[in-house]
């Protein structure tokens, strides 16, 4: 018989993934086809927003942290707070808006990789 339950692995490798496809598109629909910085600052806006939805339910987590846990939410935060600037029509540089966008997908993508290299056997 077939075990086709996800583990968390597989599950943390597929949400990498789609992150990963989702910038992949996103770039294409945005940069190669011109069709607007809407996408971009949508997917922008969604993968900073999760991230300081999370560390803000958990922020004594966030205490303890390393330095560099602090400057992913810092910049995470930052993000978000251009992201729904431009949503909201306030001059935004798009330099910035591409610079966030292609940082986002740097991550995910190492992100990805480090979920395909190594086996996590539990999450801290």
Known sequence: ???LSLSWDHFFGLFALALLLAHIGVLVWSAWFRKGMAPVLVLNLL???GVVIYWGLNIADLVGA???VWAF???ELVVFVTSLLAIFRLR????VIWIEFAAH?????LAFLFILTF???RLI
């Open 119 to 121: 086996h996590l056997t």
């Open 105 to 109: 997908a740097l991550m995910t993508g």
């Open 92 to 95: 935004v540089p798009q330099a």
């Open 66 to 68: 390393i330095e560099m």
């Open 73 to 75: 939410v810092a910049f």
């Open 1 to 3: 018989m077939i075990d």
């Open 47 to 49: 993968v900073s927003g």
